[in-house]
């Protein structure tokens, strides 16, 4: 009989943004982008002949735990080099794209079994808060961030 090896797990990676101190793993999820590659049809012969067309990345999606440690305003800030409300206009997407890391781990927690290199990232939407006296719910802030290339290394 087979002997199967253990999955991988779902809960064993992080994320690491060079430029901003923080610590990986406060992120409690994240879905990876999807990549999706335009079907063009030609029609030299009786039939169509497929072609790739343009790339077409999605969004990443994370989610932060909100710490009682202080104030953490990354996020606002670097929101806010993009479109400031206030001010009005923002930074060039040269000046606000970011590239960061998203690493899955072996069952060691050290290990890397894969790496995705997320470039040209900025946060394009934040969720409103969810507050509930009822609730013994960990507060979680949802990031949806606009991704230009996503390479698995």
């Not at 990986?24 to 030299?44: C, K, N, R």
């Not at 999606?61 to 996020?75: H, P, V, Y």
């Not at 781990?105 to 394009?124: F, M, Q």
């Amino acid at each position: 009989m087979a002997k199967v090896k253990n999955p991988r797990k779902k809960f064993l990676w992080q994320i690491i943004f060079p430029k901003h101190p923080i610590n990986p793993y406060l992120f409690q999820s994240v879905t990876l982008p999807e990549i999706t590659i335009e079907q063009v049809a030609h029609g030299d012969i009786n039939r169509d002949v497929k072609t790739g067309g343009r790339v077409s990345v999605g969004n990443l999606t994370a989610s932060k735990l909100e710490t009682t440690s202080g104030s953490d305003t990354w996020l606002q800030d670097w929101i806010n080099s993009v479109q400031d409300m206030i001010l009005g206009g923002g930074l060039t997407p040269t000046q606000y794209w970011e590239t960061f890391i998203v690493n899955e781990l072996a069952e060691d927690g050290v290990s890397i079994l894969n790496t995705w290199e997320v470039s040209e990232a900025w946060p394009c939407r934040v969720n409103g808060q969810e507050l509930d006296r009822m609730s013994s719910d960990n507060t979680l802030e949802t990031i949806e961030f606009s991704v230009g290339t996503v390479l698995k290394l």
